[in-house]
Nanobody, 122 residues
């Protein structure tokens, strides 16, 4: 699986962005998919995940503001980010888990996209 993330950019606090992650080379319909983020010198942080059946999970820091979804026909996973805060600034990565449920640990995700920068100004 190859993953291509896009949709990052510069936005003011309170604004919105929608990240997309397109998978190629094989289907991801049976894989749990996740979004993580990372800042320089810090560990990669769980943001959200979605199981193969569409059940969603969120980090407490983004709950109520971010929405993860998937379109298996398009092999695409989305992360709608609303009410953005400066502390959401990071490089955002999408990832595919080998399993169908997944979890919040980055080490269990086998395939990773290249990352897309999100910068939220105050």
């Amino acid at each position: 699986v190859q993953l291509q993330a896009s949709g990052g950019g510069l936005v003011q606090a309170g604004g919105s962005l929608r990240l997309s992650c397109v998978a190629s080379k094989r289907t991801i319909s049976n894989n749990a998919m996740g979004w993580f983020r990372q800042n320089p010198g810090k560990e990669r942080e769980f943001v959200s995940r979605i199981t193969w059946t569409g059940t969603t999970y969120y980090a407490d820091s983004v709950k109520g503001r971010f929405i993860i979804s998937r379109d298996n026909a398009k092999s695409t996973v989305y992360l709608q980010m609303n009410s953005l805060k400066p502390e959401d600034t990071a490089v955002y990565y999408c990832a595919a888990n080998l399993g169908s449920i997944g979890n919040s640990s980055p080490g269990t995700y086998r395939y990773w996209g290249q990352g897309t920068q999100v910068t939220v100004s105050s």
